[in-house]
């Protein structure tokens, strides 16, 4: 079975503007790379525990249950953080056909970024502009946890860390400086790719 791949870093951790490196190490790192090493430690007792035949699937408790649940948030971890690494290091100056999209879909730009900064506010775990590829348009979610709120046969485009570990080094509790930190880093480059990939239906 194929293993989860850390991904470095494309840009220097010191090259943010307002978010620190100290930040991105222990951010991408430490964070990230244990949601990969998890993904894969997890597949590998899945795996074990299936060969084995003794895969018990009690709802209450049972291994099997812990497992599946485990698989989930490793997983959505993995991919989020991704996503949220990948489309940092740029300018910030949104560009490209995903623009237009988002101009339309939300009025203009100005109004998205309103608007998914307060998802950002109301969310505990991530705000997210996907792809859905049932509406065959931009959406965007919210989601408390990884393996909470998602939404299936959607792509993230957008997708913004807002547990603490992300900003609280550096804005401390101000979350809404920390969205706007985020915002003025995007890769609008990046961006455009996710968002070219996703209407084709790809990851990669």
């Not at 705000?127 to 959406?139: F, G, K, S, T």
């Not at 408390?144 to 609280?168: K, M, R, T």
């Not at 609008?188 to 990939?197: A, G, H, K, T, V």
């Amino acid at each position: 079975m194929p293993k989860k791949q850390f991904r470095e870093l494309t840009y220097v951790p010191d090259s943010l503007k307002g978010i620190s490196a100290k930040t991105i190490d222990i951010h991408h790192g430490k964070l990230y790379k244990g949601y990969v090493d998890k993904s894969n430690e997890i597949g590998e007792k899945l795996g074990e525990l299936r060969r084995s035949g003794k895969a018990e699937g009690n709802q209450t408790y049972s291994e099997l249950r812990g497992l599946k649940l485990g698989e989930t948030f490793a997983a959505n971890g993995v991919y989020l953080h991704e996503n949220y690494f990948a489309i940092l290091g740029g300018d910030g100056v949104p560009k490209g056909e995903v623009l237009k999209a988002i101009e339309e879909k939300f009025g203009s730009f100005e109004e998205f970024k309103s608007y998914f900064s307060a998802c950002g506010m109301a969310a505990r775990g991530w705000a997210i502009l996907a792809w859905d590829m049932h509406e065959q348009r931009l959406m965007q979610y919210n989601c408390d946890a990884q393996n909470h709120g998602g939404v299936w046969g959607c792509i993230p485009i957008i997708a913004l860390d807002v547990y603490e570990h992300s900003y609280f080094i550096d804005t401390g509790s101000d979350r809404k400086a920390y969205i706007e930190t985020f915002f003025n880093n995007l890769n609008w480059d990046q961006i455009e790719e996710f968002y070219q990939r996703a209407k084709r239906g790809q990851t990669e």
